[in-house]
């Protein structure tokens, strides 16, 4: 394999002493070569730099340089190609300068300005050096080019940009060559089919991904259609590349992570008679109610409206319980508060009441699972009660959802080879919505079931088994092979939704009413909500875990409804769970751009550069199949 390759920029700046990193533009590009254009004036700052205002160079700016300062300049080629500089812009006004051009410590050639005294004002007239004669061939990955004055007057000489011309490749971003990516990563499609069978008429790939910067969000979706999917072959494989790290712990960097529902904040209720009052999807109105002279007391109402996101949205904001807090600030007596809510029963719910103390930092109502709708009109109503001369503040009233129990796990199978579970999870997104599952071998029936799971035992390993196999409610189903040698687990990536899904829904699903697995043969009939079927056999080698779809009958239009769906997750080349999808063998196509539909009976979903997250997810490929008659 060939892989880019890169110089770190310790190694750099311990080898010069003065050193500039610049960035690059690409100017044109041509049928047999690409221009490309270094701009130096786009160096990061230094000790001593001076960037100066031209009218007439490229980015009406110029770097300037004097005697015996070196400037290097890191670009990045898409792959191996030959190099020649075009053209070193400069302007000079005083002597002439001598300066030597280098890529990677070979000297391609020199500059020497041209000689010119016009009071200053030739410093806005910009030359070009020429062609050089020498070329070098790079390889692909990060480079140096480097620029030293050998011999300057006392004035120096301003470059404006270094104009290459690259017989194969493009440039690309500087951080991207810190990928270990290899160009050279294919699939043959010659997986053993079970039966016989035959390819026949193409089925289609649908973009539906999006951009995302959180690498813990599915947001490579792909339906495929295609009109008479009877059979088809799904395999999960490791992946081309080789990996020395093994990186599966969840990353949640530029994530939104809600640490609430929604947050109130510094409330002072005896400012003024009435104040609204706006935080994320939450609205409070107060309204003083009423003030007691014998008792001594006042009180005021809260009404807070809110929206929350729930299942068609694919998120569980609406469905689990939450906990409300209130805490108040500067507190000299008890305050007593009741609470009631309003939400999916369209009735309030009874009043709680209890007293807040000083020492106290939050009180706290629970909220049953399900009592909340999803989007608008949920209405929290609370009523505060204090002494008539004491100044109530709330610090904040903060709403979040419960936190959830462990999955409970029930294992139905085991024996020296296999072992399977069911699993019931505490909140499910899809509401009121679980499978019945059945073991053939002795006729036991487990109801209430989120997912399944199948186990296998590692062949180099005494007693360890591994995770091969996950389908879930919704029709999801992850896949791996079987963990290689001296790693003691890998994680899952991407999935695939399998059966007839609504390719518009935020979340798509396939949810299934009824599973029956022979647990020796590893056949599984699955039966969908919608009234679909399909079988599944299951088949787990070294370096590969297969499903055999067979059967299928389909309850819905196969031009309308996918029967498939590919999800997974790419934020850039390196931090992604897939980055390239390969079409019937031979072409093959950046995961989320470049592409509207693709046509083929085979597809393989990889990645042809190392990635920081889950590095040892398998690439997954998809067949499609059709009986012989």
């Known amino acids: 394999m060939c892989c880019t390759a890169y110089i770190s920029k310790q190694d750099i700046m311990g080898a010069l002493p003065y050193t500039v990193y610049a960035i690059f533009l690409v100017t044109s590009v041509s049928v047999k070569a690409s221009s490309v254009i270094l701009e130096a004036e786009n160096a990061v700052h230094f000790e001593g730099k001076q960037v100066a205002?031209?009218?007439?160079a490229s980015g009406q700016?110029?770097?300037?340089?004097y005697n015996r300062q070196t400037v290097s300049i890191e670009f990045c080629l898409t792959m191996d190609t030959e190099t020649e500089v075009q053209n070193v812009w400069y302007s000079n006004d005083g002597e002439s300068d001598l300066i030597t051009v280098t890529v990677d410590n070979i000297t391609l050639g020199e500059v020497l300005t041209q000689k010119e005294y016009k009071g200053g004002e030739a410093w806005d007239i910009f030359k070009?050096?020429?062609?050089?004669s020498s070329s070098v061939y790079l390889s692909g990955g990060k480079h140096l080019l480097i620029l030293s004055v050998k011999n300057g007057d006392e004035y120096g000489v301003e470059i404006d940009k270094i104009e290459l011309l690259l017989h194969n490749g493009q440039l690309k971003n500087i951080s991207e060559c810190m990928l270990l990516c290899f160009d050279d990563i294919s699939y043959n499609y010659s997986i053993a089919v079970t039966g016989v069978g035959r390819n026949i008429s193409k089925s289609t790939l649908v973009q539906k991904s999006k951009n995302t910067l959180c690498t813990e969000e599915d947001n490579v979706n792909i339906p495929i259609f295609y009109d008479s999917a009877r059979k088809f072959i799904i395999s999960a494989n490791h992946p081309q590349y080789t990996a020395g790290t093994n990186s599966r712990l969840p990353d949640w960097e530029n994530c939104k992570m809600a640490h609430s529902l929604w947050s109130l904040q510094d409330i002072d209720l005896s400012q003024t008679q009435r104040v609204t009052q706006a935080s994320g999807a939450a609205t409070m109105s107060v309204i003083a109610l009423d003030t007691d002279k014998q008792s001594n007391l006042t009180s005021y109402g809260l009404i807070i409206d809110f929206t929350l996101d729930g299942p068609s949205l694919g998120k569980m904001d609406s469905e689990i319980g939450s906990i409300i807090k209130i805490s108040f600030k500067d507190m000299i007596n008890p305050i007593h508060v009741s609470m009631q809510y309003f939400g999916r029963s369209s009735q309030w719910s009874e009043s709680t009441k209890k007293t807040v103390y000083l020492n106290k930092t939050w009180d706290t109502w629970d909220v049953p699972d399900l009592a909340w709708r999803e989007g608008g009109g949920n209405i929290i109503s609370l009523t505060i009660t204090g002494f008539n001369e004491e100044r109530i503040q709330i610090a904040e009233i903060v709403m979040n959802n419960r936190d959830?129990?462990?999955?409970?796990?029930?294992?139905?199978?085991?024996?020296s080879m296999t072992v399977i579970e069911v699993v019931d999870m505490d909140v499910w997104w899809r509401v009121n919505e679980t499978m019945t599952l059945k073991t053939l071998n002795d006729g036991r029936v487990f109801q209430g079931v989120d997912y399944f799971r199948i186990y296998r035992k590692i062949p180099w390993s005494k007693n360890n088994f591994c995770q091969v196999f996950v389908m879930y409610?919704?029709?999801?189903?992850?896949?791996?092979?079987?963990?290689?040698?001296?790693?003691?687990?890998?994680?899952?990536?991407?999935?695939?939704?399998?059966?007839?899904?609504?390719?518009?829904d935020?979340?798509?699903?396939?949810?299934?009413?009824?599973?029956?697995?022979?647990?020796k043969e590893l056949t599984i009939k699955l039966a969908y909500l919608d009234g679909s079927f399909l079988s599944l056999k299951l088949n787990v080698i070294w370096n590969e875990t297969m499903i055999i779809m067979?059967?299928?009958?389909?309850?819905?239009?196969?031009?309308?409804?996918?029967?498939?769906?590919?999800?997974?997750?790419?934020?850039?080349?390196?931090?992604?769970d897939v980055d390239h999808v390969s079409v019937d063998g031979n072409e093959t196509h950046p995961i989320l751009s470049g592409w509207s539909t693709l046509r083929g009976t085979s597809f393989a979903f990889f990645r042809k550069c190392i990635s920081k997250h889950n590095t040892l997810s398998p690439d997954i490929r998809v067949k499609i199949i059709d009986l012989v008659l």
């Open 53 to 56: 205002s031209r009218s007439n």
């Open 61 to 65: 700016t110029t770097l300037k340089m």
């Open 128 to 132: 070009p050096s020429g062609p050089f």
């Open 404 to 415: 959830l129990a462990m999955d409970q796990s029930t294992t139905v199978y085991s024996d």
């Open 473 to 504: 409610q919704d029709g999801n189903v992850r896949l791996l092979p079987i963990t290689p040698h001296g790693r003691d687990w890998i994680p899952f990536g991407s999935s695939i939704l399998i059966g007839q899904s609504d390719h518009m």
């Open 506 to 519: 935020v979340r798509p699903a396939a949810p299934l009413r009824q599973v029956e697995i022979d647990p």
């Open 550 to 576: 067979s059967d299928a009958v389909y309850a819905r239009s196969l031009d309308s409804y996918p029967f498939l769906t590919f999800r997974s997750m790419w934020v850039a080349n390196g931090n992604a």
